[in-house]
């Protein structure tokens, strides 16, 4: 069995009848410069020193070295083996506050924008587990269920904004609780985490309650808390315009609430990280606790392993580069 890799790459051959025109047009322009300079007798018994076959085999060589170079940039492959691939991983939702406080700029370039920069970064470096996305303030939303599609993951990750939930607050209890009935719905499997990212303001839905039942169900929980603990104002803003958000004509003020996240991560044997209006890289949370930790078998697939072949047709080409070289124009004298 043969095929071709990378199959798009075949648009190159549009390269063989440009250089053939050119090859030609070379030819027309050289005869025509030099009848320009020297006589018409002279230019005849000169031609008669010069192999036709000769120059056309040269061309020819040339074209062929191209059409193999395109080969192999098409990267040929051969001989496929079936081998039985079995991936490991650990199943991972992503938990994000959506609420208006999640709009502050106490860090750049707001408290949302820095948790999807925080989840792409960890996102980038998985390897077999699978990833979920939920957002959630007054209300919850599955964006994403669990997928091994990193790039779709990405592309819902980048267009979450404050409208996707249609109730204002911040309801961490009942976006933990959503985790573990519609995304972790299979209650065997022990290889789960949450990374939930907020800045922890919660009265209303029981936070801890909700981290107490999904620690018996085996679900760790890793907190991140995003942040000003002094306060800062939430911005709005439309079409360059800038405003305070404000209630009873009184700028609201948010603060990071650590203490709850911090007890969310202790119940549930996670790790809380205080972010605050710093810098952190999550990706260490994932390589120092998530990906050191067991992983169940996810299911197998047959891939064919095959055989890379560019070398000889890379090969080819080098070789008749040279013999068009080597050859020259000149008939050969006896």
Request: glycine share 6%.
């Amino acid at each position: 069995m043969f095929q071709f890799a990378y199959f798009d790459s075949l648009f190159w051959l549009l390269i063989l009848p440009l250089a053939l025109m050119l090859m030609v047009y070379g030819g027309f322009k050289r005869k025509k410069t030099l009848e320009s300079f020297i006589q018409s007798g002279l230019i005849n018994s000169m031609s008669r020193e010069f192999s036709n076959p000769k120059l056309w085999l040269r061309s020819s060589l040339l074209l062929i070295s191209i059409l193999f170079l395109v080969l192999t940039l098409m990267r040929p492959q051969g001989n496929p083996v079936s081998k039985t691939v079995q991936s490991k991983g650990r199943d991972l939702v992503f938990v994000i506050d959506v609420s208006r406080s999640m709009l502050a700029e106490d860090l750049k370039p707001n408290r949302l924008g820095r948790a999807q920069q925080l989840v792409t970064d960890v996102v980038d470096i998985l390897e077999g587990d699978r990833v979920g996305l939920l957002v959630f303030a007054g209300a919850t939303a599955i964006k994403c269920p669990l997928t091994l599609d990193y790039n779709y993951f990405k592309n819902i990750l980048s267009r979450i904004d404050p409208d996707d939930v249609n109730r204002g607050g911040t309801h961490i209890g009942d976006a933990i609780r959503m985790v573990s009935e519609k995304l972790f719905y299979d209650k065997d499997n022990r290889f789960r985490d949450i990374i939930l990212i907020t800045d922890g303001e919660d009265h209303k839905s029981f936070p801890i309650e909700a981290a107490e039942s999904a620690a018996k169900l085996g679900i760790r929980i890793h907190t991140v808390g995003l942040g000003d603990p002094d306060g800062s104002n939430i911005p709005l803003r439309d079409n360059n315009s800038y405003t305070l958000l404000k209630l009873d004509d009184r700028v609201v003020t948010t603060k990071l609430d650590e203490s709850t996240l911090v007890k969310i991560a202790e119940i549930t044997q996670g790790v809380f990280i205080p972010v605050r209006t710093g810098l952190v890289d999550l990706g260490e949370l994932y390589r120092s606790t998530i990906a050191i930790s067991e992983k169940r078998e996810m299911e197998s697939k047959e891939n064919k392993i095959w055989q890379e072949l560019f070398q000889f047709f890379l090969g080819f080409a080098i070789l008749a580069l040279m013999a068009e070289g080597l050859l020259g124009e000149r008939k050969i004298s006896i």
